[in-house]
């Protein structure tokens, strides 16, 4: 592989019987790839630490069908490095929509709700989480797995769930909130600094319980607020999955959380059929198999 | 229940020890209500058949927490009921929409269609099956199953497809066939004279591959669409039930047969939603159990 | 059935096409009947609510294989049937431990928790929410489902669960702070008076998430206990049922957690099992089915 | 129903609320029907038992969609009955085959066993157990619930796996075994005297265990049958339902126990849809819906 | 692994870290193996191409604890291999018996069709398919996945369902066609030339329905047979799986759809057995795991 | 990974098309690894077979995330190699309880059986099967696959089940009876010697049924007990993995049995918990995936 700038993303000490090795996940804006250290593991394990950007100097390595790196010189970034070619931006998959510009959009959506108390519940969550919001994204891996992604997330779904419950004549400000919120315990489900990682709270209670209590808890400020319209808002955090199988306490039971679910499923499945689009480089008119989808998939043709 | 008239949707003989009865299904705008004739039966027989208006005389009685009638007397409508109050339309049930305004909405859309072909198609749909399209309901229970159920469904799947479309930038001109052609095969699955029921074809092949071979022989007629648009045409019927365990034979492999799935299976459910809720008539802020859906419903309340 | 007091547990008015009727569940030491009232509906209607006692007339009636009343007279109780022999308790099923004896148990088994932090917590619980603690039932049916049945059940969890912790050298104070909390959430998601129902809450949000935010808010009143041992507590309420099919968010992540979820389990069970081979009159050596336990349980014999 | 004579399959005391009542099952060669007796009920017990033939009067009842009588008078057939009509063989259900030419058929299969260990030990079989081998049902209900219907089902397995073993030059002599052995068990599992039911061996064992346990204890009499041949035997036994979710604790793992299990499950179906077609008075080219086949059927037509 | 002659099964350029490689499937009688090209890419990549023969020199290498082999050096094969000892039968896998010898056999079975208009049908097959339907393989793994081994696996059903229809007294012509007419679709699905292969409509549409389109188109040649008859034949090509689970989109609903039904699992079931135990080279009584059929087989052996 | 001393557990020729190779599995009380002979094959071959202790020389090799050794050198163990620091107990997983302290556990707790019986039946169960109780694996891997893990597991459950009993007011000397006989079946089911295997019986007929057999058969010599209570015992070996998807035949049908499953399975969970904790070196509050529980483990911390 020659030589290049990462961040490391993942940091592993294990012992095998031919001594000690690291195992590291090493990220830039094309993706992920796995990387070992058998050299030096000790003296370099100092030069660097998870969640670090880092110079990486090795071989690549076919492994199991997945490139690998056998990593032979490695450390963490220092500021000379800028001239030799180093940016932050090139080592972080991030969204490809600028992140201020989503927020107004963000914002604008949130203006347009009716209910008073469901708008001020609204914007105080983005006083209270606008940082993170911003910045977060929807997932370890699977989907929307980058800088960014959570927001892109919830204004996809917005969008898609407002023109449902136009269509069919439900509670738009419901959707709108439920849009916002659904996801929203994955701020604390997951850490990010960049490396993206589970929470013990994440892995624990997991995010839908979490976004469930966050919303509780914040509801309390807003005691004009009718208990059910909360009860509501919190019932479609806890339905978003849609059923039980899939990590849901509950299923839903309005049709606006039905909206929330199918509109959740549908924006998770299509972020994964364009990025499986955009990462195969196969011949032939089908992808590769989607392990995820349990399916190949036709590539977009000639109609 | 006193008397009155109705639409004969089915009417079977069986036979008990003590001998034969009627088991019948009679219907009017309201819904559908199980009887039963036990005298008389084969003279009362010959007085009428399935798919004909009937005038009724019998008792309720409360079988197996469902209301069920015992007929006893039973004929088929004559023209002076008119004055005595019978009208058909009060008979069949039907969609609140006009069909007229429905058809404009489906003929507009169509006009839409950007790609020639797929146009003309739609196009020949239109001319050779209008008249059953205008009318059919689309299923003979759970979900539209009345008048003009079919143009009803297709309309609002269209529009929430066209929608999804265009917010992910996907191909809206295969969306819109796609809303046109998934159930097609219903017209031959169902027979509606206006008793409702499935035919030896429906039962035996089902509506997705009758759907499939009725488009597999219209795309004869236009030998200038190329190969893979008739191809993935015909892919979007045959997995618009989303998986095997539904019924479909192949999995979605397009963004657009995944967004046709997604709207088929909503909309299909908030039929059912909107349906349940306007049967319920229990106190109380929840519903009855529904049988297909599997879970309680909130009725709309405060919010 | 000539006539009898009862609790009337649920009262629903139906509309059938013979006019309105009504229908009810009376209960009684023995157990629960359905009952329908067919005529005077709207002057009966007016003589007794769900939730009180009720003297009643009717006659018994085979229906659908479970024995069912058609209510002639119904009214509430008056303090006269006192002298006619009414009582309280033979309407209300109940626990056949004595409430104080069982309580006097869970107090010492919460004064033998080491742990300071989570002893103060559990004293606090009972402080809280001693008086419904002491009679809440533990379910509107399947199991428990009596005054009085939420603490047995709780009680024998804890014993249970204690003797696994000790047998495997697991943390004993974990476990009984589990067996205290794990359907802690009852208490909002069932209203009884004395009708045992799902308030609101329950059917939107469910006894698993409800009780882990009464774990949470309870938690803030002890700053001094570790984040992580919070997180413990109100992951074993989340993981009780053992799995994400039966409505857990999470599986459990810890011994302690399984040994909650197991002793749970277990204890449903056997409950069902007592009370099936209680309500089983028939001859032979096996029950009839349960429908629960999908399957028949010999009857317990020489050994 | 006016009277008859039927033989008393099943017979349970019940008490409800109005005083006790008898459940019966009566049986004549058409098939069985549900019964009841809530009148003079403890005199007319003791008219009677089950495994009994009675003489019957009462009326129909339409109960729940199907036929069932309130009985009015019951007594157990005296020797005048005969005069009056009564025949065993008329309330015994029974194979259509004679079971003289299905017997001398399973001698000749026998015979041509050309293994002397695995002839000699099948014929054992016969000796040991040819009294009721030539008279079970070969179960309570589904398929095969008549005398002789155990025999009907062994030869007609025995037929097909031979075909089936000589078409992919399998070993013959296994095949025969096995379907002879296969459901040996029912001999245990089920009690016969003529009404039937499980013992409880039957419920406590199940059939393929009390089969497996039968051969082994059978082989121990031929000491030069080698082991593996006697293992194969069992396993055919153990694996005849092809996985364990049908019951069996392992799945076949030679290609005659995969015959074996091919040719029950296939012929177990086929009786059924014979049955079903032969019991269907239904108009139209469709069967009503089959609970345990979970479709409705096709009758035969045109072809 | 020195040099041989081959069969390029499949021939995928990829891009790595380390620059672009090779990834081949190369096959000869005695089955497939993995294969890829790190050195020289671009030149070898233009020496040969998927569904050549290919002559090899490369080095194995024991990865992820299957055989694959890295190629040094591939080019087509020309002439003059033929005296260096390159014969095409040896690179192809293919059915033991003759294929004259099984077409004369189907030829013979067709000939025994009594009902004229379906002898027609299947004469008409031949002769329009009789090219790709003598040497077609029926898989692309799995089963029969050989040149010929879609007829193969056609006989064989043929012969099993035709003794199975006999023994029931069922249509034996229905059977022979639905032998025949069952994975027809094949012949679309996949490309053979030899490298085996799904084509776009194989991925798109599937075996089942292109094969029911297949039949439909050619049933309007025969305008003579009853609809019935056709439907009947479509609907066993449809149901051939046995259930929606394993991709047939309606049930069987006649015997003989499930008897073709059951033939085609067991033959198919038959021949990975056959093909499990010829390939398995270990010692004990038992065979590796196999990972369709999940189970270990027992090695014939001393009955 | 320089030499050491190990037990070879398994030892298998493959042929690739590099010629022949060994493929291994090493044990040591730390555990098991694979190794692969690649050099030498035949002459190697002959120093050493499956169940030996060996000396090995060999280098270690990161293959598929998993450590694996590539042999050089391997030879049975020799007399002179004691000197050199080998020790049997170095190479055999072994229990950590003292084999004679569980044995003496064990005798004690079937002293305490009540039913005279009973209490022989076990008794005579340890002096048939003693040798082999005192020292065998509960399984070839999973749980309990080490010398003593057995009895280990028999009298954990044993403890469990007696308090659980005890708790319910449930038959002591039944759960006692079912925890010593629930697996006695794989004393055949698995050889060890001191490797680990499946016999032929273990693998066609499977421990549960085994040692539903062993029971029966021993229960002939004691004609004395109820035929009923050995029907229970057997239904409890049965029935011990509670359901026919985990391989039961029959579902538990008395409470004993389902106390008897439920330890079982919850003992042989906290095992691999414990197992897996041991195992994990990695840092952070959790475990690495565990593969048969399906989730990761907290880490026992700070509580």
Redesign the interface.
């Known amino acids: 592989?020659g030589s290049g700038y990462f961040l490391c993303a993942r940091k592993?000490?294990?012992?095998?019987?031919?001594g000690p090795?690291l195992v590291l996940v090493l990220q830039d804006v094309s993706g992920a790839?796995d990387a070992?250290v058998?050299n030096d593991v000790d003296a370099l394990s100092t030069e660097f630490d998870a969640g670090e950007f880092v110079a990486v100097q090795g071989?690549?390595n076919?492994?199991?069908?997945r490139?690998e790196?056998v990593v032979e010189r490695i450390r963490r970034v220092i500021p000379s490095d800028a001239a030799a070619g180093f940016r932050e931006e090139d080592c972080i998959p991030a969204s490809k929509r600028p992140i201020d510009e989503m927020w107004s959009e963000l914002e604008e959506r949130i203006a347009s709700v009716q209910?008073r108390n469901i708008r001020s519940l609204l914007v105080r969550i983005l006083e209270l989480h606008g940082r993170r919001l911003r910045i977060w994204p929807a997932a370890r891996q699977v989907h929307h797995a980058f800088r960014g992604g959570l927001l892109e997330h919830i204004l996809?779904i917005m969008?898609?769930a407002v023109?449902?419950a136009d269509?069919?004549g439900l509670?738009r400000?419901?959707v709108i909130a439920g849009a916002l919120l659904h996801d929203i315990g994955k701020l604390e489900e997951l850490t990010y600094d960049p490396a993206i990682d589970?929470s013990?709270?994440g892995?624990?209670?997991?995010h839908?319980?979490i976004g469930?209590?966050m919303l509780?808890d914040l509801a309390r400020e807003f005691p004009e607020m009718?208990t059910?319209?909360a009860?509501?808002l919190?019932?479609m955090i806890?339905s978003h999955h849609g059923s039980?199988?899939?990590?849901?306490?509950?299923?839903?039971?309005?049709?606006e959380a039905?909206?929330l679910a199918?509109a959740d499923?549908?924006d998770a499945?299509?972020q994964q059929?364009?990025q499986h689009l955009a990462d195969d480089?196969?011949?032939g008119?089908?992808t590769v198999y989607h392990r995820y989808l349990?399916?190949?998939?036709?590539k977009?043709?000639?109609?």
Chains 1, 2, 3, 4, 5, 6 share one sequence.
Do not use: C, Q, W
């Open positions: 592989m592993e000490r294990r012992t095998g019987r031919s090795f790839i070992k058998f071989k690549g076919l492994f199991n069908s490139l790196v209910d996809k969008e898609i023109a449902l269509s069919y509670r400000d419901l589970y013990v709270e892995n624990l209670i997991g839908i319980v469930a209590s509780r009718p059910e319209t009860l509501e919190e019932h806890l039980k199988e899939l990590g849901s306490p509950v299923k839903p039971m309005t049709a039905m909206i199918a499923d549908l499945k299509l059929v364009r480089s196969t011949p008119r089908f349990e399916r190949v998939l036709l977009p043709g000639a109609v």
